[in-house]
């Protein structure tokens, strides 16, 4: 199981960024799927998910409006669109898979397999 975190890059407050990750070894379909960040100084957290039965999503509640994910299943890819980017989106953006048959959080411990990170800088 292999996840590939891409599109970081630095942008000014207001723009926008759609972050992939290539996921390879299993069928994305098969699975929760989700990006969580961590700045610096600060502990990872949670951002989105996607459940693996029916494409239900879930966002932390300061994204909500800003961001969504989906995924293509015939690209096996995760996608993360951030729009109206502020700088307190500044972080490393990581997707992450959980395997289980049900998701039981949103918590990093409910996440099997761990994509590297991707960076996201935004200026004032």
């Known amino acids: 199981v292999q996840l590939q975190a891409s599109g970081g890059g630095s942008v000014q407050a207001g723009g926008s960024l759609r972050l992939s990750c290539a996921a390879s070894?299993?069928?994305?379909?098969?699975?929760?799927m989700a990006w969580f960040r961590q700045a610096p100084g600060k502990e990872r957290e949670f951002v989105a998910a996607?459940?693996?039965?029916?494409?239900?999503?879930v966002y932390t509640d300061s994204v909500k409006g800003r961001i969504v994910i989906s995924r293509d299943n015939d690209k096996n890819t995760l996608f993360l669109q951030m729009n109206s980017l502020k700088p307190e989106d500044t972080a490393v953006y990581y997707c992450?898979?959980?395997?289980?048959?049900?998701?039981?959080?949103?918590?990093?411990?409910?996440?099997?397999?761990w994509g590297q990170g991707t960076l996201v800088t935004v200026s004032s």
């Open positions: 996607i459940r693996r039965s029916g494409g239900a999503t």
């Open positions: 070894g299993f069928t994305l379909g098969s699975a929760h």
């Open positions: 992450a898979a959980s395997f289980r048959l049900v998701l039981p959080g949103f918590g990093v411990r409910d996440f099997d397999s």
